[in-house]
Nanobody
Framework: QVHLAESGGGSVQAGDALRLSCAVT????????MGWFRQSPGKEREGVAA????????FYGDSVKGRFTILVENGKDKMYLDMDRLKPEDSGVYYC?????????????????????WGQGTQVAVSS
């Protein structure tokens, strides 16, 4: 059974940095897409960053390009989201997920185009 658990959320000031972590267990496939999504108040959940556990293309949402970095460690056991120069609009609940490729891509669409497994979410609050 696939299980994901996020950690590292919190309350920070605009311009600060924060690292989110996600521990992943139970993935039996040789590789999987790994991504971060967020849901801000009053908005739909959106893909923030994604990559494949075996390497390859990395995807970022337009609003976070150049500020956020997704990292995968130990294959598919751990992933991180390094967030820099945070803005109040980055506030929300952040979810890590694993999901299958769709037409050879890990682009983080929501809802995912293939079966996905989710963590419980971690809250990030950025104040101005």
């Amino acid at each position: 059974q696939v299980h994901l658990a996020e950690s590292g959320g919190g309350s920070v000031q605009a311009g600060d940095a924060l690292r989110l972590s996600c521990a992943v267990t139970g993935v039996t496939a040789s590789g999987t897409c790994m991504g971060w999504f967020r849901q801000s108040p009053g908005k739909e959940r959106e893909g923030v960053a994604a990559t494949h556990s075996n390497g390859g293309a990395t995807f970022y949402g337009d609003s976070v390009k150049g500020r956020f970095t997704i990292l995968v460690e130990n294959g598919k056991d751990k992933m991180y989201l390094d967030m820099d120069r945070l803005k109040p609009e980055d506030s929300g609940v952040y979810y890590c997920a694993t999901y299958g490729m769709f037409f050879g891509s890990c682009r983080p669409a929501y809802p995912p185009r293939s079966q996905a497994y989710w963590g419980q979410g971690t809250q990030v609050a950025v104040s101005s």
